[in-house]
């Protein structure tokens, strides 16, 4: 998703910290009652997974960054605008902006292969664009299900509205490939639109910023932002579907009160303080699911929540990593933090954010900006051994 125009939501950013030092010592209180169960050491820098991503041609930079496990011993990679050119001498040349991409990671330990369409003149184009010819398209999760990759994807345009400052949202999308393992060029891929979204003026309902599979459910995590550009008032929601009947709109439920119901404006609130983009992981050997987003949206700040469900309820925020990258430049700013499983090993977290700019001629020139950029952090289990035992389980799991 682009972040050129984050000048808003940063300021607002600040003014909810500062709200939170007004009234938030019932907040504050909160953090003994509900803590995480995972100590996390510092952070340290990965430039080995930044070389990876970092190529001076064909693909210069993209946000979003959000990883799908194919199956196969393959990462997919999602991008949001992508700067398509060259690198020359530490800047960009000759580039100009896509509004999605992807690439192909065979390995670990393997350079990401970035795939980039282009039109009948030849030149970079969208990977994908809105069956409803209507804006474009950005990445928001994905996930694989029996062979079919099933892609979550916000539709956008142009901005109307000062209180949009960046881009105007109209629909979200449901994509599915039936051939994913194949070349991303030759993918055969359908669209629908997803008719759990709402864009009103007083708040937003929207769903597929994250997804896990648990048992014979997808789980798909959505936001309730009611203030839009106030960060402490947007919410975590979840919905879930049997796997067989994914594009079966008919068959999702929303969680709500513990029970899993029809009403999707109304699902209730898991977790609060969220951000719009997040990485939601099962951790298997520590029986938790791990939640990792940039507090505030647009923060120096990567943070972490636990739950023992995909359903929730989750644990307290607990920060895993400080970007630096924005320090001493006001016009800088961090965002898009994500945890990436296939990349993390041995009780090793890898994570990603990325690091841009309100200037977008800066964003345009300058390659220090504008890329995913890795950290890894070893985490270990805090609890105390009975609790590490208790077996896996969903919260609220009655139908209405």
Request: glycine letters at 8%; one cysteine or more.
């Amino acid at each position: 998703m682009s972040r050129f125009a984050l000048a808003p939501r940063a300021l607002a950013c600040v003014v909810g910290i500062a709200l939170l030092f007004v009234d938030g010592l019932a907040a504050n209180a909160q953090v003994d009652d509900r803590e995480i169960g995972l100590e996390f050491d510092r952070s340290k820098p990965a430039p080995e997974l930044n070389s990876r991503f970092r190529p001076e041609q064909g693909w210069i930079g993209g946000d979003g960054a959000q990883s799908v496990d194919l199956g196969d011993g393959r990462t997919l990679w999602l991008y949001g605008d992508t700067w398509v050119g060259t690198i020359d001498n530490g800047r960009r040349s000759r580039a100009r902006i896509v509004r999605n991409s992807v690439g192909i990671q065979c390995a670990a330990e393997s350079p990401c292969e970035f795939v980039v369409r282009k039109n009948d003149q030849g030149r970079a184009a969208d990977f994908i664009s809105p069956a409803d010819g209507r804006g474009w398209l950005w990445f928001e999760s994905g996930v694989m299900v029996k062979g079919r990759l099933y892609l979550f994807l916000m539709q956008a345009d142009r901005p109307i509205d000062f209180k949009r400052p960046d881009h105007q949202p109209l629909a979200m999308w449901l994509a599915v490939v039936e051939n994913p393992l194949d070349d991303p060029i030759d993918w055969c891929i359908s669209q629908t639109r997803l008719p759990f979204a709402y864009y009103g003026e007083k708040h937003d309902v929207t769903f597929g910023c994250s997804t896990i599979v648990q048992g014979d459910h997808l789980y798909v995590y959505g936001t309730h932002d009611s203030s839009r550009l106030m960060t402490q008032y947007r919410y975590l929601t979840v919905a879930r579907v049997p796997l067989d009947d994914i594009e079966n709109f008919s068959a999702w439920r929303f969680q709500r009160k513990g029970r899993w119901g029809r009403d999707f404006l109304h699902a209730g609130h898991i977790a609060d303080f969220m951000a719009s983009e997040l990485s939601v992981t099962h951790l298997p050997e520590l029986d938790q699911y791990l939640m990792v987003y940039t507090d505030c949206d647009v923060s120096n700040r990567i943070v972490a929540r636990t739950a023992s469900s995909p359903a929730g309820p989750w644990s307290d925020m607990k920060t895993i990593h400080h970007c630096r990258d924005a320090a001493g430049n006001r016009n800088h700013f961090c965002y898009a933090g994500k945890a990436h499983p296939t990349l993390s090993s041995d009780g090793q977290l890898v994570v990603s954010y990325l690091t841009s700019s309100v200037d977008t001629w800066e964003v345009a020139t300058d390659s220090r900006l504008y890329w995913p950029t890795f950290v890894t952090v070893k985490l270990r289990d805090s609890r105390p051994a009975s609790a590490g035992t208790i077996a896996n389980r969903d919260s609220g799991n009655a139908d209405e």
